[in-house]
């Protein structure tokens, strides 16, 4: 064992091995992130990798010195989440080089093996109760070490080592890793059936506690409010645990006396030695999560004070206020229907007269299959509620247990409910909450997916729509009637993958005046533009685009004309077929291999598209392009900046037309022929399916391909996207594919072929109004 210089606690063994260097996956969640900082406070070499690592959990990563990245060469220990599959490259590749992987919960068992160990478990409240914990005994100055299952509001960091015996942790349950726990004091903060793929039966979830308790070595504190938990209580037999409740009525008691703003203050009675404690947090709920807390740091010893708790930070995605003006919108990790039914008591108080607003996303599809009914039940408290599809954390659907399926029970249970549900599509459910919610409203999203993310983005985008209600009112009498522009335009029909939300503004000009009129009243108002071709090559989000969206869809500018020097002038928003046809019908050769590129002029400028060996800038001669500033420019090709896959003139303008030379003249019927060899070539080897054509680069050298299609890749699916078994290169729709599956493929397809083959692949297709960078 080695001593760390800072704060002498001790590097232990791992598993009997002295390993220094480990590689944690789904280093971005709650149990494995804060785990594999306080693995870096100990003194271990950390890096870990995560394919959604939110922007928080990077910047507290970083600050412990964990290497976020691809598993190095040198790792001796894998160290992954329950969620993580078998399947994952970090987990193939780890079982190749026969380094030894293990779940979250038994390294943490191992690494807190030989310290007093404070086991905070139960199915609600744990991750606050903890916080509460490890904030008194910072007030007391007691120097425990802690794994919080969580991010602190304030961005205190989620693990430390600290410098004496003790250390709390969050137990999990879920995955039966409890078993390897042995702790000094264990606080079952409320007990409930949970985790249905794991425990068949109340009992087995019982059993697994019990089993807890009989190997706690000196005190258990248990709610005396929880009917499981006095359960168990009486079924212990022998162990040495002294088993204390506490709660309104327990031995350790704690009673709010008087609550206002965001504290409440409470009396202590019983077994504790101090008599009063003001809370930063308000509710019943809270009120038994800052009794057992407080009870917990009396019996480690800790000298906590009636202030121990006024300045408890709070805990991210647990009650928190992410708006308070005209309406309050707060954020939470409830997911049981028990800790939604406390929750939804404590808010239906402080909406008072205002109505109560539920977002809901339900995590895991055989939770919500089990429990409908009682989701159903809960849910009725809302006075208006939005329903999401299942977060299902990998799991397949199951019978009964989706989110139609909830939606049908909540409109049987209370008819008069008004309820919105837009399968595959959050942006829709979220625009309709934005018609709905009116002032004085309290609007709660509750989960445990990625609610979190969409609840941020919504109140965005209401923030944002007084703004596009202005561009749109200011703009709108200025255009020509033959001029379409429209707000929230749905997007995912103009798209070839036929995915996607809406544009929050949308025009069609007629006329090059009104195209300069939109572009340079954006440039002042500083709306972003973006261009929009036939929709092939770019996959627009799920919450839609925000700016304006441009289609040269109009007639105005699809012309094709044959120029007295043999070129052709072609429009932008000509298609890619009907320039073939056209070009075909005079006689003109040199377009073919455009034949069946699903798009349009002005996208095949802006992307260099080719196939079958040729490229759009091989018959461009003159580009005319308009600046998002709305001047209009002509450039000779000499002066054009062209590579794969790209034009740099256009990163930052619109192409409106293109001087074209044909190869030499030819029989119209031959070019027809050539045109239909090149349309059966690609029918054999692309899928038919919606797709926005190939997803990756080629890698210098090689093939994307081939190497999606060496790891096994084809027919790989996350919801309705799926890796195309005609060619690996494509993900195609199946049906109801949203954004988010998409982009989850393409982390996945990534990840496998670096830890295979070591070669990143960089996306082709576009992120309409993102950067890939941000998402992957």
Not at 110 to 139: D, F, N, P, Q, Y
Not at 429 to 447: P, Y
Request: with cysteine; hydrophobic share 45%; proline share 5%.
């Amino acid at each position: 064992m080695t001593a760390r210089p800072d704060n002498g606690v001790a590097r232990p063994a791992l598993f009997g091995h002295p390993v220094t260097r480990l590689h944690c996956v789904g280093v971005g969640g709650m149990g494995v992130g804060p785990l594999a900082i306080y693995l870096a406070r100990l003194g271990f070499t950390v890096s870990g990798e995560d394919d959604a690592l939110t922007p928080e959990m990077r910047e507290q990563l970083g600050r412990a010195g964990v290497t976020v990245g691809p598993m190095p060469g040198d790792a001796e220990l894998l160290v992954y989440s329950s969620a993580i599959a078998p399947g994952h490259p970090a987990r193939v590749a780890a079982d190749a080089r026969q380094v030894r992987g293990v779940r979250r919960g038994e390294l943490l068992a191992e690494v807190t093996r030989g310290r007093k160990l404070v086991a905070v478990c139960g199915s609600h409240g744990k991750t606050t109760t903890t916080a509460m914990l490890i904030t008194a005994l910072r007030a007391a100055g007691f120097p425990a070490g802690y794994v919080l299952g969580g991010l602190f509001a304030d961005g205190t960091a989620p693990a430390e080592a600290g410098s004496n015996a003790w250390v709390i942790a969050e137990i999990d349950e879920s995955d039966g890793t409890i078993g390897a726990f042995s702790p000094e004091i264990t606080v079952a903060v409320n007990l409930d059936w949970d985790h249905p793929d794991h425990y068949r039966s109340a009992a087995d979830i019982e059993g697994a506690f019990l089993g807890l308790f009989a190997r706690t070595r000196g005190h258990v504190l248990v709610s005396d409010s929880c009917a499981m938990s006095a359960r168990v209580r009486e079924r212990l037999t022998g162990g040495t645990a002294d088993v204390r409740t506490f709660g309104p009525h327990g031995d350790f008691l704690g009673a709010v006396v008087a609550e206002a703003d965001r504290h409440m203050t409470l009396r202590l009675e019983g077994r504790f030695t101090l008599r009063e404690a003001e809370v930063r947090a308000r509710g019943a709920f809270n009120a038994a999560n800052a009794t057992a807390a407080l009870a917990a740091a009396q019996l480690m010893g800790a000298a906590t004070s009636r202030a121990a708790l006024v300045a408890y930070p709070a805990v991210r995605r647990r009650q928190a206020i992410l708006e308070s003006s005209d309406i309050t919108v707060l954020e939470d990790y409830a997911h049981h229907p028990a800790e939604i039914r406390a929750l939804l008591t404590s808010l239906r108080t402080r909406a008072g007269q205002g109505r109560l607003v539920v977002v809901f996303q339900p995590h895991r599809h055989s939770r919500t299959a089990q429990f409908l009914a009682e989701f159903a039940d809960v849910l009725t408290t809302a006075d208006l509620l939005c329903l999401l599809d299942v977060y299902s954390a990998g799991e397949k659907p199951v019978r009964g247990g989706t989110t139609e399926h909830l939606a049908a029970a909540v409109r049987k249970a209370r008819p008069d409910l008004p309820v919105t549900y837009c399968p595959k599509h959050p942006a829709g459910a979220l625009a309709a909450l934005t018609r709905d919610v009116r002032a004085g409203d309290l609007v709660a999203f509750v989960g445990a997916g990625d609610i979190d993310r969409l609840a941020r983005r919504w109140l965005e985008s209401r923030r944002g729509e007084d703004r596009w209600d202005a561009f749109f009112a200011a703009e709108q009498p200025k255009l020509a009637a033959a001029t379409k522009f429209k707000r929230e335009e749905p997007l995912a029909g103009r798209t070839t993958i036929r995915i996607g939300g809406a544009a929050r503004l949308y025009a069609e000009p007629a006329s090059l005046a009104d195209l300069q009129t939109l572009l340079r009243a954006a440039a002042a108002a500083g709306v972003p533009v973006f261009p929009l071709g036939r929709g092939s090559n770019l996959l627009v989000p799920d919450d839609g685009v925000h700016g304006l969206v441009i289609s040269l869809a109009h007639e105005v500018w699809t012309k094709f004309e044959a120029q007295p020097d043999g070129s052709v002038w072609a429009g932008a928003g000509l298609r890619l077929k009907n320039l073939c046809g056209l070009a075909a019908k005079a006689g003109l050769q040199g377009f073919e291999f455009l034949e069946g590129i699903p798009g349009s002029v002005g996208g095949a400028l802006r992307m260099n598209a080719g196939a079958m060996g040729g490229w759009m800038f091989d018959v461009v001669e003159e580009l005319q392009l308009i600046t998002l500033a709305g001047d209009v420019q002509t450039l000779a090709k000499p002066a054009l900046h062209v590579e794969y896959r790209d034009c740099a003139e256009l990163h930052d303008a619109i192409a409106l037309a293109a001087r074209l030379r044909p190869a030499a003249p030819a029989a119209a019927g031959a070019i027809r022929q050539q045109m239909d060899a090149y349309a059966r070539k690609r029918h054999e080897s692309q899928p038919r399916e919606p797709s926005a054509g190939c997803v990756f680069r080629n890698p210098p050298g090689n093939s994307a391909g081939r190497l999606i299609d060496e790891c096994g890749l084809k027919g790989e699916r996350v919801g309705d996207a799926e890796v195309s078994p005609v060619h690996a290169n494509f993900i195609v729709n199946r049906g109801h594919a949203t954004s988010a599956d998409v982009l989850e493929l393409v982390r996945r397809v990534r990840a496998r072929v670096r830890a295979a083959r070591g070669v990143d692949l960089h996306p082709e297709v576009l992120l309409y109004g993102k950067r890939w960078d941000d998402v992957l």
